[in-house]
C-alpha cells in the first residue's frame, strides 16, 4: 500500500521544476490522499542525516512561476563522489539511501532530472524503492521524450538575446557571437538561431569550418550588411577540432563546456578584419520564472508522474509524444542522447532562408544571389 511519495530535484536546474514539485504535492494529496515528503539537495539529502522534509498544498502555494526548486539541486555531489571514487562501495552508498528512505517512511520516489539524475533513480528502482521520473533539462536532450521541461522557457531567452545583440552589432557594423548552453546537443542554438534571425548557427552535430563563417560574413557586407550574428552553442567544434572546456572537471566538479565563442570571436575577427565580440549567455538561460509552455508541461508532468505511480507503474518516466503525456521505461530514457539529426527538416529550413551553418560543402545550399 503506497502512503507516501518521496520528490527528488536533481542535476542542473530548470525553468519549471517548481511546477511540476506543486502538481505532484496538490495531485498526491488533493486526488489520492497521499503525503509528500521532499528530499533536499539531490541525493545528497539521502546520505548521512537525511535532509527531508514534508510537503502540503500549503508549501507550494505560489510556486507556478517560481525559478529554481525550492529543494534544492546538485549536478554532483557526495552522492555521485563516492560513487565515482571507487573509495566506497556503490552498493553500500545505495544501501544508506534505501535505509534512509524508510526511515523517512518514504514508499516511493517521484524524481525529476536529466540522463544522470534518471540513471541514478533507475538503480533505486531495482533496489526495490518504486520510481517515476520526470525529464528535465534545458537542452532537451532526452530521446525519449519530444520535450524536456526547461527548454522553451531557454530558448526564448536565448531568442531574445538575440534580438538585443541584433542593435547593437548593427550600430557599430560588429560581428555578435552568441554562446548559448546545450552540452553536446544543438537544439539551443539551432532553435533560437531560427527564432532570433542568426546568420550563421554552429551546432556541436555539424562540424564547422572558421574561414566559412568569413565567407558569409563577406557575402552579408557583399549585401550592404555590415555586421552578422552568430550562434554558437557551447559543444560546437571546427572541423577535425576538439571541444572547448572551461572547465576539464575532476572527482568533485563535473567538466564544463565553454570558450568555443570566444575563439569563434578571435579568429573571425582575424581573417573577416572586422571587430567581432561574444557574448556567453550562461545560467541566465536556466534561471528565473517558466515561460507558460514550461509551467503547462511541468504540471502535467508532474500530475501524470502520481497518476502513473497510482496505476501501479514503476521504472518509468512521464515522456511527451504528440501532445499527449505516456510513460516511457527508464531503461529507454537514459539509454539514447537526442541530437539533432544532419537530416533535420529545421536544417534544412535554415538553409533554406540563408542561414549558415559554415561547412565545408556551405557552397552547395542557397545559391542564388539573394541580396
Ligand atoms: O545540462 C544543463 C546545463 O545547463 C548544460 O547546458 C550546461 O553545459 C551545464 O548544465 C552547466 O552546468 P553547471 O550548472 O555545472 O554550470
Known sequence: MLRT????TGGGDAPGLNAVIR??????????GLRVVGIEDSFEGLIGEPRARPLTPADVRGLLPRGGTILGTRNRGRFVERLESG???PKAIYNEAVENLRRLGIDALIVLGGEGTLTTASEFDRLGIPVIGVPKTIDNDLAATEMTFGFMTALDISTEALDRLHT???SHDRVMILEVMG????????????SGGADVILIPEIPFSMRKIADKVFEREGCGSQFSIIVVAEGAKEVEGVEHYQDMGDDERAPRLGGIGQHVAQEVGRLTGKEARCVVLGHLQRGGSPNAFDRMLA????S?????????????MVALHAANIRTVPLAEAIAKRKTVPADSQLIRTARDIGVSFATPDEDEYHKHETC
Open 5 to 8: 511519495i518521496g520528490l527528488i
Open 23 to 32: 502538481a505532484v504535492v496538490k495531485t498526491a494529496v488533493g486526488e489520492y
Open 87 to 89: 573509495a566506497h562501495q
Open 168 to 170: 547593437t552589432a548593427e
Open 183 to 194: 552540452r553536446h546537443a544543438g537544439w539551443i542554438a539551432l532553435h533560437s538561431g531560427i
Open 299 to 302: 504540471t502535467n508532468f508532474g
Open 304 to 316: 501524470a508522474a502520481v497518476r502513473a505511480m497510482m496505476r501501479g507503474q514503476r521504472g518509468v
